[in-house]
């Protein structure tokens, strides 16, 4: 990792910038496999599947023996880890849940607001160099509490034509039985569009690659609805000397890991903790399986020696990480001034791989800065607010003319006639 040593603001963004993605570049490769599954269909995903997957399918929609048999391949004890994270993020998530506002805002003007589940979802689930299983559970749970009447789930097949069984397992367990074998671009198309085995759905959800990204915010353009813009993973971890640097570096570790182009930042308040902190990296890192991509993400990543913590924290929200862990002598008080962060953790004894797997909170978080504009995926996510209004003969008589004034000054007298018919009804019938 590269170290800074308390750079200025003026710095900050060059010094911090994250992994170029060149979306305008990809949409060129993005765009033809769109049409081309529009046109297409089914036809169009088989065919992408033996280009870019390399295998043979015969039937995308995944089958009921396919499911059974993948349940018996997932060993007791993963099987009991999903439980358990089930039933934390279900609790977590369940209690999001707001009840419906009635107000009366002035005598005979009742204004309502309730939640409406979307109707139909599509979730995309990676299943590359790591499956994502666990955001089965992140985006499958809050759609079944939102009452989402379809759930349809996108996952690439392996060179045998088949999906990961602990992502076939986990969807089964929480109900989700329209399982497609297509990934990439070409499955974010599927669900923007609809094909024969796929069908159209009002919003898509989950991460992926830099060509699923691009394809998720083309299908904004198509009138489909996305969680958030996303770029690769990140986690920015701000430390003094009560942390234990072994943690620090693990849990940088444990961003560095998901892909070349992910990013660890370290902020830290001495070069002497610094140090200690880049030490324990090179260590462990070496025992990583995956210590080659470890080793690449290091490369966009950097230490940053702040000893004034007022800086430090203004650099954290300058930066808006999709993971912050905090763990200095201060940390609650640190946190409360914290306003661009995808999701925290605090203390020595929260890792960020918690979050990801089972304490409860959605993992599914803005990238790239956007958790400046952007909150990561919860039970909002799946609902729509929808407002009502209610107004009685002594409501329009009370709010009328308040209306009546707004759309004669703002020149649109059919705004304002709607309200005068109505006070003119009321006069002429006495009422």
Request: aromatic fraction near 6%; proline fraction near 5%; include cysteine.
């Given at each position: 990792?590269?170290?800074?040593?308390?750079?200025?603001?003026?710095?900050?963004?060059?010094?911090?910038?994250?992994?170029?993605?060149?979306?305008?570049?990809?949409?060129?490769?993005?765009?033809p496999?769109?049409?081309?599954?529009?046109?297409?269909?089914?036809?169009?995903?088989?065919?992408?599947?033996?280009?870019?997957?390399?295998?043979?399918?015969?039937?995308?929609?995944?089958?009921?023996?396919?499911?059974?048999?993948?349940?018996?391949?997932?060993?007791?004890?993963?099987?009991?880890?999903?439980?358990?994270?089930?039933?934390?993020?279900?609790?977590?998530?369940?209690?999001?849940?707001?009840?419906?506002?009635?107000m009366?805002?002035?005598?005979?003007?009742?204004?309502?607001?309730?939640?409406?589940?979307?109707?139909?979802?599509?979730?995309?689930?990676?299943?590359?160099?790591?499956?994502?299983?666990?955001?089965?559970?992140?985006?499958?749970?809050?759609?079944?509490?939102?009452?989402?009447?379809q759930?349809?789930?996108?996952?690439?097949?392996?060179?045998?034509?088949?999906?990961?069984?602990?992502i076939?397992?986990?969807?089964?367990?929480?109900?989700?039985?329209?399982?497609?074998?297509?990934?990439?671009?070409?499955?974010?198309?599927?669900?923007?569009?609809?094909?024969?085995?796929?069908?159209?759905?009002?919003?898509?959800?989950?991460?992926?690659?830099?060509?699923?990204?691009?394809?998720?915010?083309?299908?904004?353009?198509?009138?489909?609805?996305?969680?958030?813009?996303?770029?690769?993973?990140?986690?920015?971890?701000?430390?003094?000397?009560?942390?234990?640097?072994?943690?620090?570096?693990?849990?940088?570790?444990?961003?560095?890991?998901?892909?070349?182009?992910?990013?660890?930042?370290?902020?830290?308040?001495?070069?002497?903790?610094?140090?200690?902190?880049?030490?324990?990296?090179?260590?462990?890192?070496?025992?990583?399986?995956?210590?080659?991509?470890?080793?690449?993400?290091?490369?966009?990543?950097?230490?940053?020696?702040?000893?004034?913590?007022?800086?430090?924290?203004?650099?954290?929200?300058?930066?808006?990480?999709?993971h912050?862990?905090?763990?200095?002598?201060?940390?609650?008080?640190?946190?409360?001034?914290?306003?661009?962060?995808?999701?925290v953790?605090?203390?020595?004894?929260?890792?960020?791989?918690?979050?990801?797997?089972?304490?409860?909170?959605?993992?599914?978080?803005?990238t790239?800065?956007?958790?400046?504009?952007?909150?990561?995926?919860?039970?909002?996510?799946?609902?729509k607010?929808?407002?009502?209004?209610?107004?009685?003969?002594?409501?329009?008589?009370?709010?009328?003319?308040?209306?009546?004034?707004?759309?004669?000054?703002?020149?649109?007298?059919?705004?304002?006639?709607?309200?005068?018919?109505?006070?003119?009804?009321?006069?002429?019938?006495?009422?």
């Amino acid at each position: 990792m590269k170290v800074l040593n308390n750079p200025s603001k003026s710095e900050w963004k060059s010094q911090l910038a994250r992994p170029a993605l060149e979306i305008k570049e990809i949409e060129k490769l993005v765009k033809p496999i769109m049409r081309k599954v529009k046109r297409q269909g089914d036809k169009a995903l088989i065919k992408f599947a033996l280009e870019y997957d390399h295998v043979e399918i015969k039937d995308l929609l995944v089958s009921r023996t396919e499911i059974k048999n993948a349940s018996a391949q997932v060993a007791p004890e993963l099987k009991e880890a999903i439980l358990k994270a089930k039933e934390n993020i279900e609790k977590f998530h369940e209690a999001q849940s707001t009840p419906d506002l009635e107000m009366e805002v002035m005598e005979g003007v009742t204004c309502m607001r309730r939640s409406v589940p979307i109707q139909k979802v599509g979730l995309y689930i990676p299943g590359g160099t790591a499956p994502l299983f666990s955001t089965v559970l992140m985006l499958g749970i809050p759609a079944n509490i939102a009452g989402c009447e379809q759930v349809v789930l996108c996952s690439p097949p392996n060179k045998e034509g088949s999906i990961h069984p602990a992502i076939l397992y986990t969807a089964d367990l929480i109900g989700i039985d329209k399982i497609i074998k297509a990934g990439g671009a070409q499955a974010i198309a599927a669900m923007t569009y609809g094909t024969e085995s796929v069908p159209k759905v009002d919003k898509i959800f989950g991460p992926g690659n830099q060509y699923v990204t691009a394809a998720k915010q083309l299908a904004t353009k198509k009138g489909t609805a996305i969680d958030m813009p996303a770029g690769p993973s990140e986690v920015l971890v701000y430390a003094d000397d009560s942390s234990i640097p072994s943690f620090v570096a693990s849990d940088l570790l444990s961003q560095a890991e998901h892909g070349i182009d992910s990013q660890v930042i370290l902020v830290v308040d001495s070069e002497k903790l610094s140090t200690k902190i880049s030490r324990e990296i090179e260590k462990q890192l070496e025992k990583l399986p995956r210590k080659l991509i470890a080793a690449k993400a290091l490369e966009n990543s950097v230490s940053i020696v702040m000893p004034n913590q007022d800086k430090a924290i203004d650099l954290i929200n300058e930066y808006a990480p999709e993971h912050l862990i905090i763990v200095v002598h201060n940390e609650d008080e640190v946190a409360k001034r914290i306003i661009n962060a995808g999701s925290v953790f605090l203390g020595n004894f929260t890792p960020e791989s918690a979050g990801d797997y089972a304490s409860g909170t959605n993992h599914t978080l803005p990238t790239y800065g956007y958790a400046k504009n952007y909150s990561g995926v919860s039970l909002d996510s799946f609902v729509k607010k929808i407002t009502y209004q209610k107004i009685t003969a002594a409501g329009i008589k009370n709010l009328g003319p308040t209306v009546e004034t707004m759309a004669a000054n703002e020149l649109l007298d059919a705004h304002r006639n709607a309200v005068t018919i109505r006070l003119e009804y009321l006069k002429e019938n006495g009422l």
